[in-house]
């Protein structure tokens, strides 16, 4: 995890506590609504990331006005995802950075199937990663 969390600090410019939180939020978003099949080659593939899944998987974060609006949307998906990396402090841009790198670091640790499976069954989620 510390290799993921370098490259995406590296590429934000957020600060690795930051990043670890913002990491762990997104691992435990994607154990919630994506295919536990392929869940778990990516954590099998990544040491590290079910535990950073389970210490994020009930935080909060504030949620901000993306909370506020996934809320009134149903308080689902990747609005509410969004809502919680906004609450942890992260812009839409660097959002956008965090999604395209984690992803990319899958893809190199866990393989194009598992990773292309787990995009494909979280609506949406194409568009950041």
């Known amino acids: 995890m510390e290799e993921l969390i370098q490259r995406i600090s590296a590429a934000t410019g957020m600060d690795a506590a930051t990043t670890t939180k913002a990491v762990g939020i997104i691992l435990a978003f994607l154990q919630k609504e ?3 099949e392929d869940v778990s080659r990516m954590f099998e593939a990544m040491p590290g ?12 974060g504030g949620g ?10 149903g308080g689902g998906g990747l609005m509410a995802l ?8 992260l812009s839409m841009d660097q959002m956008q950075t965090l ?8 893809r190199e640790k866990a393989g ?8 494909g069954a979280v609506p949406g989620l194409g568009q950041f990663v």
């Open 34 to 36: 994506a295919p536990a």
């Open 49 to 60: 990331s079910q535990e950073l899944a389970a210490a994020h998987a009930d935080d909060e």
């Open 64 to 73: 901000g006005l993306m909370g506020a609006i996934g809320g009134l949307m």
């Open 82 to 89: 969004a809502g919680k990396l906004s609450g942890a402090g």
């Open 99 to 106: 999604g395209k790198e984690l992803f990319a670091y899958g």
């Open 112 to 119: 194009e199937d598992a990773m292309g499976s787990i995009v």
